[in-house]
Antibody, heavy 118, light 110 residues
């Protein structure tokens, strides 16, 4: 059974940093692109970034490029999102998702809540 | 990287059919057959319902079907059931090798 478990969310002040993790199991992690998607309170889904199987390619949405960095550790079946220079508008539930074909996520974690507030 | 346009809400009576539209541009929806659809119940993670415009993942009911014409994709739910009441989002791969989601549609079952 595919499982994705996010962690690392919490309350952070504007301008601060946070590192999210996603532990994957139930599938050959190193064989799939992976993505991060977020959802602000009462808002829609926003794709943030994805990373190739071997970590050699990364893509970002404009709103986080230069502030967020996606990475992975295939030996530990883990996905990460380093978030710097956080803003109030980054407050959201952050989901990691297993990517197939041209679909950002065929499986999703339950999400981790990030709150940016002073 | 603009959001794809979806109607805010769609409703239909039990047993009937509804269709949700998803309008983009030639840079995303209209480029290739790389549109997917997600169902999200309150407080839950999204669930993939359709990928590559019209393919259904294993376990998804055949009541859900997808199509595309030009820059607009559509999700049809036939034989509406109470459990279909949820938010639905489309998504498309783009020419920039990124993804964009739709604005979301709330489906009400009357």
């Amino acid at each position: 059974e595919v499982q994705l478990v996010e962690s690392g969310g919490g309350l952070v002040q504007p301008g601060g940093s946070l590192r999210l993790s996603c532990a994957a199991s139930g599938f050959p992690f190193s064989s799939y692109w992976m993505s991060w998607v977020r959802q602000g309170p009462g808002k829609g889904l926003e794709w943030l970034a994805n990373i190739k199987q071997d970590g050699s390619e990364e893509y970002y949405v404009d709103s986080v490029r230069g502030r967020f960095t996606i990475s992975r550790d295939n030996a530990k079946s883990s996905l990460f999102l380093q978030m710097n220079s956080l803003r109030a508008e980054d407050t959201a539930i952050y989901y990691c998702a297993k990517t197939i074909s041209a679909t950002p996520g065929d499986y999703w974690g339950q999400g981790t809540l990030v709150t940016v507030s002073s | 990287q603009s959001v794809l346009t979806q109607p805010a809400s769609v409703s239909g009576p039990l047993g009937q059919s509804i269709t949700i539209s998803c309008t983009g541009t030639s840079n995303d929806v209209g480029d290739k057959n790389w549109v997917s659809w997600y169902q999200q119940h309150p407080g839950r993670a999204p669930k993939l319902m359709i990928y590559d415009v019209s393919d259904r993942p294993s376990g998804v009911s055949s009541r859900f079907s997808g199509s595309k014409s030009g820059n607009t994709a559509s999700l049809t739910i036939s034989g509406l059931q109470a459990e279909d009441e949820a938010d639905y989002y489309c998504s498309s791969y783009t020419i920039d090798d990124t993804y964009v989601f739709g604005s979301g549609t709330k489906v009400y079952v009357l």
